[in-house]
């Protein structure tokens, strides 16, 4: 059974870093991509970006770019994010979802499934 | 970035109703359209992907439609478990994906 599991809950300082790791088993790691997934109380979801599990490549939504870093570990099929310089407006739950695909025809098409549990991050001083 | 916009934001219907959410993007993407479904204080779990193909293990009262930029989820016979929010999420740009901002069902 395909799992994502994340890490526990974190409370920050205004300034300060956090790192949010995403745990995966019951799949060949490598051959995914995994995405992040922001939400803050009471809003909507909001796409960080994206990490090969494969080569490492990136892509993040422009609105992180320069404050937040994915990275893997394929020896222990782990993901993290680091989201750098937090405020007050990260306060939110971080989601990691795998990328899942397949091919209708020739076309692929992507979707996030599963999704890990969640990890809330509450920056405040 | 592609933008995705939904609507309403929000509605209210009773037990065996049936509802349409509608998701429009800002530009052309074929069907590559995701359905989320969010219930409070969850993940959010695929319903359909590619606009139309139900995800296994999800009941059939739930199905998507469209293609282009407008697209609509429509779920029949509303049971009372459906109460959630739901997200469309475009994949036509992938890897960048972006979700709409969300309809809160509730169910009278």
């Known amino acids: 059974q395909v799992h994502l599991v994340q890490s526990g809950p974190e409370v920050k300082k205004p300034g300060a870093s956090v790192k949010v790791s995403c745990k995966a088993s019951?799949?060949?790691?490598?051959?995914?991509?995994i995405s992040w997934v922001r939400q803050a109380p009471g809003q909507g979801l909001e796409w960080m970006g994206w990490?090969?599990?494969?080569?490492?490549?990136?892509n993040y939504a422009q609105q992180f770019q320069g404050r937040v870093t994915m990275t893997t570990d394929t020896s222990t099929s782990t993901a993290y994010m680091e989201l750098r310089s937090l405020r007050s407006e990260d306060t939110a739950v971080f989601y990691c979802?795998?990328?899942?695909?397949?091919?209708?025809?020739?076309?692929?098409?992507?979707?996030?499934?599963?999704w890990g549990q969640g990890t809330l991050v509450t920056v405040s001083s | 970035d592609t933008q995705m916009t939904q609507s309403p934001s929000s509605l209210s219907a009773s037990v065996g109703d049936r509802i349409t959410i509608t998701c429009r993007s800002s530009q052309t993407i074929n069907n590559y359209l995701n359905w989320y479904q969010q219930k409070p204080g969850k993940a959010p779990k695929l319903l359909i992907y590619a606009a139309s193909t139900l995800q296994s293990g999800v009941p059939s009262r739930f199905s998507g439609s469209g293609s282009g930029t407008d697209f609509t989820l429509t779920i029949n016979s509303l049971q009372p478990e459906d109460c959630a929010t739901y997200y469309c999420?475009?994949?036509?740009?992938?890897?960048?994906?972006?979700f709409g901002q969300g309809t809160k069902l509730e169910i009278k």
């Open positions: 990490i090969s599990a494969y080569n490492g490549d990136t």
């Open positions: 999420q475009q994949s036509y740009d992938t890897p960048r994906y972006t």
């Open positions: 979802a795998r990328v899942s695909f397949n091919f209708i025809g020739v076309f692929q098409y992507n979707w996030f499934d599963p």
């Open positions: 019951g799949y060949s790691f490598d051959n995914y991509g």
